[in-house]
């Protein structure tokens, strides 16, 4: 039995986009509001409707790529396609790069949320610093390593495993922001936030702000798990057709969530909280989770806490799945050792590649302990990493 052959085509069109969504839905929404709402106020909510356009823009052209190409780590091989070796070998690390180092700030988030948790032993997880920019403790480093080593051990075993596990968690996912929006909306929304500029002043929009939000502030990061049911196009069935309709309808409802989510956050913040310190003096360890406290909704705040958990690691382990399936691509493209093109003959996922990603996952965050700090690496490297794309799709068609 060949490599390629040896992996399978086990994932169906509704659980590609199950996949997608469930990358796209990870610790983006759980902070992404409000590090935007930090940097541009109410324009915020601007920010994810330019993102989300920009994101469609871009990931259309990898639909029709993973439709032409329906590889194993897809996004590694269209460059070396199109422009040859070299600029394959540039393009594939810097896509590698920016999608592994997400294992990291995934398994962050959720320590970072353990931290609004009662227990004395929790509040020491993480120290917060101006500006969304505090460090996890060695503790809540210890925690979010274990976190990394479940998504790679639920991983380990079979693709089925996998696409079985991530669909239930998928959908507890979706319900969790939307129940979390609507709530907030009802319990105390402050229409009049929405006037208040990012200084304070009487709001108008900086479109300087909200287009620094879309780098920045993590909201390309939220739309990055478009790439997953590009890369797993080769374990895909009848990939003509599943990979455009799971890229499209995973975007599409991603947005509206981040969108409802958005403005919920904004009119939910206390106007005597507002008027002290303004939008840039809006600091929270656990945003969503310590409104709802605010709010007198305890028993949200405590399923937000249960969600910080299980969102960014469905998310973190569908990453785990299509970064080894990137490094199985550029093994391909020659560019590395042929042991990361390994595939288990048994069970159909490339474990050498999975080992690599464990240990790149562990450096990531040793260097770089904060969920908006990796957030804002992460955003600027996924920049980059999507210039081949479109030049690719021209270059081939």
């Not at 396609?81 to 810097?94: E, N, P, Q, R």
């Not at 032993?121 to 274990?146: C, F, M, R, V």
């Not at 402050?190 to 300087?208: C, L, R």
């Not at 797993?232 to 409802?253: D, Q």
Request: charged share 10%; aromatic share 12%.
């Amino acid at each position: 039995m060949t490599q390629e052959r040896a992996i399978r085509r086990d994932v169906g069109p509704f659980a590609l986009m199950l996949t997608g969504l469930g990358s796209i839905i990870g610790s983006g929404w759980l902070f992404g509001a409000w590090r935007a709402a930090q940097i541009a106020g109410p324009g915020a909510i601007w920010a994810w409707v330019i993102g989300a356009a920009v994101i469609l823009a871009i990931a259309l052209t990898y639909a029709e790529l993973g439709a032409m190409f329906p590889e194993s780590g897809g996004m590694v091989r269209y460059g070396h396609y199109s422009h040859g070796s070299l600029v394959g070998f540039i393009a594939a690390w810097a896509n590698w790069i920016a999608i592994v180092s997400v294992i990291s700030v995934e398994a962050e988030a959720s320590a970072q949320y353990m931290s609004s948790w009662k227990w004395q032993w929790a509040k020491d997880l993480y120290h917060q610093a101006p500006g969304g920019h505090g460090e996890l403790s060695t503790n809540g480093l210890l925690i979010a390593a274990a976190l990394v080593i479940v998504y790679f051990l639920l991983n380990f075993w079979s693709v089925k495993l996998f696409a079985r596990s991530n669909t239930a968690i998928t959908l507890f996912k979706l319900v969790i922001p939307a129940l979390t929006a609507v709530l907030l909306m009802m319990t105390g929304f402050h229409p009049e936030n929405f006037s208040v500029g990012i200084h304070g002043e009487v709001h108008s929009t900086d479109f300087a702000s909200v287009l620094t939000a879309v780098a920045i502030a993590g909201i390309v990061f939220s739309f990055n798990g478009f790439q997953s049911p590009v890369n797993l196009a080769g374990e895909a069935r009848n990939p003509g057709k599943s990979i455009p309709f799971a890229i499209v309808c995973s975007i599409a409802l991603a947005t509206v969530i981040y969108v409802l989510l958005q403005v919920s956050f904004i009119g939910a913040v206390p106007r005597e909280m507002l008027a002290n310190v303004g939008w840039h003096g809006i600091d929270f360890s656990s945003p969503f989770a310590d409104l709802a406290i605010i709010l007198g909704l305890q028993w949200l705040a405590t399923l937000l806490f249960i969600d910080a958990v299980i969102s960014p690691s469905g998310t973190g382990m569908t990453y785990t799945a299509t970064t080894a399936r990137m490094l199985y691509g550029m093994e391909r493209n020659g560019t590395l050792p042929k042991i990361l093109g390994t595939v288990h003959p048994k069970w159909g996922v490339p474990r050498a590649a999975m080992w690599v990603n464990l240990v790149v996952s562990f450096l990531f965050l040793f260097f770089f302990r904060g969920w908006g700090t990796l957030a804002a690496v992460i955003s600027v490297a996924t920049i980059i990493s999507y210039l081949t794309g479109p030049v690719s799709v021209m270059t081939l068609r």
